[in-house]
């Protein structure tokens, strides 16, 4: 807000009880190697190209006919929520992979390495964008790593400093916006998982970079801040947070303070304690109410339980419901299984409560 101009609610945001999902779904066996973070294309070429194009069909088909509200290409053209997009930028080399540990070393990967200026030569997800745009008329949400979360996936062998990094992956996001927005899309979603666990970075400059990237936007703006996939890393890494997660304590005050339009974060079955919801001050606000890390489909009765939680501390008008985080690594018919779910729950929600 400049001057005191109020900024219009976007109108994708404004439906009350909205569904959407973090990003990601599975992809079918015959694109990729299934229940993998990171799997190995099936094809290449040309027929790859097809293939990616008729799984975007398949996964904007089956939320459309789940009902969800503010549907993504499922994620189905990139092997990895971060590397997919930094395979179209300049300045990192991919074949000189260097151990490091990731996330506080929560665990450990082979990252490619920082050589040189961040660049952009072109648009990396326009054109899919464009191409799911085509395939309905719902809200249509795409999702980009965070400048905190990309410096946390590689090796910086050029900045060698993580702010300095990072700003310069915020300047590519958001020229990366610009291209997004005028390609059809209604809601960007920047995705930084690191913000739940780099607290003094998050304070120092990460509010700072996460404005950045959304800076003029044309399109509605979101942040997602999760405790990760359902993998056995991070399953592990939960159970040493103890019985109350209050790492939402400090990140949703911060995150209330940016520019971004809505806040997506996680709550069904976790240990997330319901009143850190109070920290998210005016901002619309997606609500997990779908486990990733859990193979069990939850009821219609659940989700409805999980928003009426929700809506004790955040207004009904700016509240969606989402799942914790992708079903990238999940197997097909479950995720299939917990659009509907979401769904239905969200249905009642609305009836209840709107
Ligand atoms: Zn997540």
């Given at each position: 807000m400049?001057?005191?101009?109020?900024?219009?609610?976007?109108?994708?945001?404004e439906?009350?009880?909205a569904?959407?999902?973090?990003?990601?779904?599975?992809?079918?066996?015959?694109?990729?190697?299934?229940?993998?973070?990171?799997?190995?294309?099936?094809?290449?070429?040309?027929v790859?190209d097809?293939?990616k194009?008729?799984?975007?069909?398949?996964?904007v088909?089956?939320?459309?006919?789940?009902?969800i509200?503010?549907?993504?290409?499922g994620?189905?053209?990139?092997?990895?929520?971060?590397?997919?997009?930094?395979?179209?930028?300049?300045?990192?080399d991919?074949?000189?992979?260097?151990?490091?540990?990731?996330?506080?070393?929560?665990?450990?990967?082979?990252?490619p390495?920082?050589?040189?200026?961040?660049?952009?030569?072109?648009?990396?997800?326009?054109?899919?964008?464009?191409?799911?745009?085509?395939?309905?008329?719902?809200?249509?949400?795409?999702?980009l790593?965070?400048?905190?979360?990309?410096?946390?996936?590689l090796?910086d062998?050029?900045?060698?400093?993580?702010r300095?990094?990072?700003?310069a992956?915020?300047?590519?996001?958001?020229?990366?916006?610009a291209?997004?927005?005028?390609?059809?899309?209604?809601?960007?979603?920047?995705?930084?998982?690191?913000?739940?666990?780099?607290?003094?970075?998050?304070?120092?400059?990460?509010?700072e970079a996460?404005?950045?990237?959304?800076?003029?936007?044309?399109?509605?703006?979101?942040?997602?801040v999760?405790?990760?996939y359902?993998?056995?890393?991070?399953?592990?890494?939960?159970?040493?947070?103890?019985?109350t997660w209050?790492?939402?304590?400090?990140?949703?005050?911060m995150?209330?303070?940016?520019?971004?339009?809505?806040?997506?974060?996680?709550?069904?079955?976790?240990?997330?304690?319901?009143?850190?919801?109070?920290?998210c001050?005016?901002?619309?606000?997606?609500?997990?109410?779908?486990?990733?890390?859990?193979?069990?489909?939850?009821s219609?009765?659940?989700?409805?339980?999980?928003?009426?939680?929700?809506?004790?501390?955040?207004?009904?008008?700016?509240?969606?419901?989402?799942?914790?985080?992708?079903?990238?690594?999940?197997?097909?018919?479950?995720?299939?299984?917990?659009?509907?779910a979401?769904?239905?729950?969200?249905h009642?929600?609305?009836?209840?409560?709107?």
């Open positions: 400049i001057g005191g101009m109020q900024r219009r609610t976007p109108a994708v945001l439906r009350p009880l569904t959407t999902i973090a990003g990601s779904l599975p992809k079918p066996g015959w694109l990729a190697e299934t229940e993998r973070l990171w799997p190995s294309w099936r094809l290449d070429g040309a790859l097809e293939a194009r008729d799984a975007v069909r398949l996964a088909l089956e939320q459309d006919l789940a009902g509200d503010v549907v993504t290409d994620e189905q053209t990139r092997r990895h929520f971060v590397h997919g997009f930094l395979e179209g930028l300049e300045g990192i991919r074949t000189r992979l260097v151990r490091r540990g990731i996330r506080a070393d929560r665990y450990e990967a082979d990252c390495s920082i050589v040189g200026p961040i660049g952009r030569p072109h648009s990396v997800h326009a054109d899919e964008v464009a191409f799911a745009r085509t395939l309905t008329p719902r809200g249509l949400k795409v999702t790593p965070g400048p905190m979360t990309i410096v946390d996936t090796h062998a050029y900045y060698r400093d993580r300095t990094a990072a700003f992956f915020a300047d590519v996001i958001r020229a990366e916006i291209d997004l927005a005028a390609a059809g899309v209604d809601v960007v979603q920047i995705d930084e998982p690191a913000f739940n666990v780099y607290f003094d970075e998050l304070e120092a400059w990460g509010i996460l404005d950045r990237c959304v800076s003029g936007a044309g399109c509605a703006t979101a942040v997602h999760c405790y990760g359902g993998i056995e890393a991070n399953v592990t890494w939960k159970r040493q947070l103890g019985l209050d790492q939402y304590e400090i990140v949703l005050p995150l209330a303070r940016s520019t971004v339009d809505q806040i997506a974060i996680e709550l069904a079955g976790s240990r997330v304690p319901p009143d850190v919801l109070r920290h001050g005016d901002k619309h606000v997606a609500v997990g109410a779908i486990d990733v890390a859990d193979d069990r489909v939850e219609a009765d659940e989700v409805l339980a999980t928003l009426e939680i929700a809506a004790r501390y955040i207004p009904v008008r700016l509240l969606s419901a989402t799942t914790n985080c992708g079903m990238a690594p999940m197997r097909r018919d479950v995720a299939s299984a917990k659009l509907g979401l769904v239905r729950g969200a009642r929600a609305r009836e209840r409560l709107a």
